[in-house]
């Protein structure tokens, strides 16, 4: 079937992008991951426009309250109600919580998650249950040779595990994840973010890989210098372009993305 007659989202679709209202709802505190290029911010004084950056933290009851807001006032046509953390979305039982709440009083809403896949192969059955439609997640790298440079430490089983053997448990689960999300019929989106040096080589692998899993759409986003990749310089326009072009081989690609906040608000390519 073409999926593509049925995208309603506007980070899977560019059309969609300029069209659909989106809601981010900042109910996921807790991550179980450290990225290196991760920095997290949370309070009104931060006003920076990147993943990771939220206002606060709500409650599932203060989301629901949220998207009743936006849903009564009837200015657009058609949301996207996501958690994007600004921890780890399935790391949080707030977001599973929030989740049941909005689709037990709006059935036909359109519910996506952003996560970095390491508990998505348990969770993916419940995400559907709950009436998830849209799935993305952020893989850098299917080498964990290449991984643990990108990756301080993952918390899995309330275990702390670094290096390779933390970049292989992750890798292995968000492969596992995104296929059986696929298999479940949500629509599935891969970010990547483009290190200079370190994955940019790397992530027509990538591609070609979460291909064969069900994947729908490859999103490739700059390095942001931050935390412990600080040192390293984003990505050139002439670079992103060329390594997207050459993973546009493999998938489509969206090239409109706006590294969005985890409490955003608005149509992403009205902003």
């Not at 596992?176 to 200079?196: C, Q």
């Amino acid at each position: 079937m073409d999926q593509s007659n049925f995208i309603t989202h506007p980070c899977f679709d560019s059309i969609a992008h300029f069209r659909v209202f989106r809601i981010h709802l900042p109910v996921a505190l807790k991550c179980n991951i450290k990225c290196k290029y991760c920095d997290r911010k949370i309070g009104a004084y931060y006003h920076a426009t990147r993943p990771g950056v939220s206002k606060q933290i709500i409650t599932p009851k203060e989301a629901l309250e949220l998207v009743d807001t936006y849903f009564d006032d009837r200015k657009y046509s058609e949301y996207v109600v996501g958690i994007a953390g600004p921890g780890e979305a399935l790391f949080n039982e707030e977001t599973f919580q929030t989740l049941e709440l909005i689709n037990n009083k709006y059935p036909k809403s359109q519910l996506c998650i952003c996560t970095n896949g390491l508990l998505l192969n348990k969770s993916a059955q419940r995400l559907f249950d709950l009436g998830v439609k849209f799935i993305t997640v952020t893989i850098n790298a299917i080498s964990p040779i290449i991984g643990k440079n990108i990756y301080e430490f993952i918390i899995d089983d309330k275990k702390v595990h670094r290096g390779i053997e933390a970049s292989k448990i992750l890798i292995e689960s968000q492969l596992e994840g995104v296929k059986k999300s696929a298999t479940l019929g949500m629509l599935v989106k891969v970010n990547s973010v483009l290190i200079p040096g370190i994955n940019d080589f790397h992530l027509p692998e990538v591609s070609k890989k979460i291909k064969e899993l069900g994947v729908y759409i490859h999103n490739i986003m700059p390095l942001i210098p931050l935390a412990d990749l600080s040192y390293i310089q984003a990505p050139s326009c002439d670079l992103l372009r060329g390594v997207r072009n050459e993973c546009e081989k493999n998938l489509p690609q969206f090239r409109l993305c706006k590294q969005c906040r985890a409490d955003a608000c608005s149509i992403p390519g009205l902003e």
